[in-house]
């Protein structure tokens, strides 16, 4: 969060309005461990190389943002 701005009437909260990259896929670990992950994925001749890429989803890319889908996903994180 970057700042706080007076609340818009007809306006759903929260909400995102920029991001950088992709969330980390599910168990990869710590911070620590998607840094690691980007390293290995990144290094063909790395020895994880192969076993990284049977695991993570198909379509990741550790550069792309959804900006909508983590609209949709603060949404519906709504419980009240």
């Known amino acids: 969060m970057e700042k706080i701005q ?3 009437k007809g306006t759903h909260y ?3 309005i920029d991001g950088k990259r992709a969330c ?3 168990d990869s670990g710590s911070t ?3 840094e690691d992950l ?3 994925l990144k290094d063909p001749d790395h020895p994880e190389h ?3 890429f049977e695991w993570i989803p198909g379509d990741f890319d550790p550069e792309k943002f959804d900006i909508e889908y983590v609209n949709r996903e603060l949404g519906a ?3 009240w």
Do not use: R
């Open 38 to 40: 980007l390293e290995i």
């Open 50 to 52: 192969e076993d990284k």
């Open 77 to 79: 994180s709504y419980w």
């Open 32 to 34: 620590f461990g998607y």
């Open 6 to 8: 007076p609340i818009e």
């Open 14 to 16: 929260p909400f995102c």
């Open 24 to 26: 980390p896929p599910e």
